[in-house]
């Protein structure tokens, strides 16, 4: 079965810190993707990444940045972190096959507080 | 602006019957168009991707049914069990990357 893992389930941080979300996929997948998830607003991509340090722009990048350094790793990471930023955080994978489309394997989810 | 619409709206339906589940797109032509099931405090799950030159798609007690004139999909749940209850969300596919809905919240009652 795809596995896709979380480094944490709840995260508590102080507004200002640097904040590491770490999600890991052990199918060989190109694709990766970093998302909240907010009452009301539903799942907003934040960054994805189709290749090893490949990253792109999602919908709503502001305030974060991320970093693939393996393939089967990829990292979201909040330089400074606001209560705005207080969110369910949701990390999937895909493969990347020409001319196909192709379900998204989710991980379990970060609930992040930021006080 | 591209528009993703879900019924924001709880659905409740009896134990036996078929539960359907709208999805509805604005200023968008997808390629193909996806559902996912996602229980509370979990991550989404696959369930069906249709292509948008398909109307029909089947999977056990699942159909989706996908209107590109119409900018809607309807997904159905036949012979709807309590273990059905969930939230469940569309996706708009492009290349590589999908739009999600906020989902709506089925509530399947025994």
């Known amino acids: 079965d795809v596995k896709v893992t979380q480094s944490s389930r709840y995260l508590v941080k102080r507004t200002g810190e640097k904040v590491f979300l770490e999600c890991v996929q052990d199918m060989d997948h190109e694709n990766m993707f970093w998302y909240r998830q907010d009452p009301g607003l539903g799942l907003r991509l934040i960054y994805f990444?189709?290749?090893?340090?490949?990253?792109e722009k999602g919908d709503i990048p502001e305030g974060y940045s991320v970093s693939r350094e393996k393939k089967e790793r990829f990292s979201l990471i909040l330089e400074s972190a606001s209560t705005n930023q207080t969110s369910m955080y949701l990390c999937a994978s895909s493969l990347r096959l020409a001319g196909e489309y192709n379900e998204q394997f989710f991980g379990p989810g970060t609930r992040l507080t930021v006080l | 602006s591209q528009k993703i619409e879900q019924n924001s709206e709880a659905l409740n339906i009896q134990e036996g019957k078929t539960a359907t589940l709208t999805c509805n797109y604005t200023n968008y032509s997808p390629a193909y168009l996806q559902w996912y099931r996602q229980d509370p405090g979990r991550g989404p799950v696959f369930l069906l991707l249709?292509?948008?030159?398909?109307k029909e798609k089947r999977k056990e007690r699942l159909k989706v049914t996908f209107d590109t004139t119409l900018k809607q999909s309807l997904f159905h749940i036949t012979a709807s069990q309590p273990a059905d209850s969930a939230t469940y969300l569309c996706a708009l596919g492009g290349y590589q990357k999908v739009t999600f809905g906020t989902g709506t919240k089925l509530q399947v009652i025994p």
């Open positions: 990444s189709y290749d090893v340090k490949m990253k």
């Open positions: 249709i292509r948008e030159n398909e």
